[in-house]
């Protein structure tokens, strides 16, 4: 539905900041995220290893948040600060 959306603010976008929620059961839906923005970014003709990019991690308080080291590995394999 906001596809179309997505893509124009890609094209025009001075950086991007990614919010994902902390919980373990939701960071499959945080990688896939993540992937179809830089799959916009590619289709706005733009490189997405030279967008400033960042990684927000929310919900961190709560019992279920995965560990640090697994919301790298799974969320964040580019490496963003």
């Given amino acids: 539905y906001y596809s179309p959306l997505y893509e ?19 960071l499959g839906a945080a990688r896939d995220c993540i992937e179809r923005h ?4 590619r289709q706005a003709g733009r490189d997405p290893g030279r967008v400033p990019c960042v990684l927000q991690c929310n919900k961190r308080d ?4 995965a560990a640090s080291f697994l919301l790298d590995r799974q969320v964040n394999p580019e490496g963003l600060p």
């Fill in 8 to 26: 124009d603010v890609a094209r025009g976008a001075d950086g991007i900041v990614f919010v994902v929620d902390s919980q373990a059961e939701r």
């Fill in 38 to 41: 830089w799959r916009w970014l």
């Fill in 62 to 65: 709560l019992p279920g948040a």
